[in-house]
T-cell receptor
Framework: AQSVSQHNHHVILSEAASLELGCNYSYGGTVNLFWYVQYPGQHLQLLLKYFSGDPLVKGIKGFEAEFIKSKFSFNLRKPSVQWSDTAEYFCAVNPGGYQKVTFGTGTKLQVIP | KAGVTQTPRYLIKTRGQQVTLSCSPISGHRSVSWYQQTPGQGLQFLFEYFSETQRNKGNFPGRFSGRQFSNSRSEMNVSTLELGDSALYLC????????????????FGPGTRLTVL
C-alpha cells in the first residue's frame, strides 16, 4: 500500500529563517503530488501541486517544492518564513489510475517573531 | 463560485448513537471524498464518490458509510459511535476522480467537528 512520510512533526523557526519540510512516498509509478496548508482555525488549502513537467514547482505565498523521482521525495521550501506561515503543512500523493489520495501525518510549523 | 460546504459544523453525540454529515461540493464538481482528521494521524481517507458510485474506499469499519446524490451532494453516516470516532471530518470535491490528473485537484470544506462523549 502506498504511504507518505513527513519526517518533521513539529518545526520551530525564527522569522526570516529558511524552511525545508521533507516528504517521501512509497509508490513507484506515476504520481500526482500536493502540499496543503491548514492555518489555525481555517480549512485546508492547496499550496502547490505537481502533475508533470518541470520538477521544481512554485506555489502561493513564496513556497516551492522539488520533485525528485529517484528519491521518491517532494520537499517543500521557502527561503524566508514569516510569522503568518505558522500553520500545519500536509504532503499528499495521488497515484495515477484513479487510486485514492494518501496524506502524510502533517508538520506543524511555528514561526517566532 | 461558492466553495465546499459542510453541515453541521459542530456535533456532539454520545456513544452508541449514529450521525449523518452532509457535504455540498463546488458547483460542477462530480467527485466527493471524505477524510477523518485527528491529531497525529493526519488525514485518513474514508471513501470517494463519483457519479453516485463509491469508487475508492479506505480502511475503516463498516460503521462508516456514505452516499452521493444525483446533484453530487454527499452524506456520510457513522453508526454505533465510539469515543475514538471523535475527529474533524473533512469533505473534498474535485472535477474528476482522484488520480485523474488536473481534474483530480481537491478543494476542501471547513469540516464537521464531531465529539463523541
Amino acid at each position: 500500500a502506498q504511504s507518505v512520510s513527513q519526517h518533521n512533526h513539529h518545526v520551530i523557526l525564527s522569522e526570516a529563517a529558511s524552511l525545508e519540510l521533507g516528504c517521501n512516498y512509497s509508490y513507484g509509478g506515476t504520481v500526482n503530488l500536493f502540499w496543503y496548508v491548514q492555518y489555525p482555525g481555517q480549512h485546508l488549502q492547496l499550496l502547490l501541486k505537481y502533475f508533470s513537467g518541470d520538477p521544481l514547482v512554485k506555489g502561493i505565498k513564496g513556497f516551492e517544492a522539488e520533485f525528485i523521482k529517484s528519491k521518491f521525495s517532494f520537499n517543500l521550501r521557502k527561503p524566508s518564513v514569516q510569522w503568518s506561515d505558522t500553520a500545519e503543512y500536509f504532503c499528499a500523493v495521488n497515484p495515477g489510475g484513479y487510486q485514492k489520495v494518501t496524506f502524510g501525518t502533517g508538520t506543524k510549523l511555528q514561526v517566532i517573531p | 463560485k461558492a466553495g465546499v460546504t459542510q453541515t453541521p459544523r459542530y456535533l456532539i453525540k454520545t456513544r452508541g448513537q449514529q450521525v449523518t454529515l452532509s457535504c455540498s461540493p463546488i458547483s460542477g464538481h462530480r467527485s466527493v471524498s471524505w477524510y477523518q482528521q485527528t491529531p497525529g494521524q493526519g488525514l485518513q481517507f474514508l471513501f470517494e464518490y463519483f457519479s453516485e458510485t463509491q469508487r475508492n474506499k479506505g480502511n475503516f469499519p463498516g460503521r462508516f458509510s456514505g452516499r452521493q446524490f444525483s446533484n453530487s451532494r454527499s452524506e456520510m453516516n457513522v453508526s454505533t459511535l465510539e469515543l475514538g470516532d471523535s475527529a474533524l471530518y473533512l469533505c473534498a470535491s474535485s472535477l474528476g476522480l482522484a488520480g485523474g490528473g488536473v481534474k483530480a485537484e481537491q478543494f476542501f470544506g471547513p469540516g464537521t467537528r464531531l465529539t463523541v462523549l
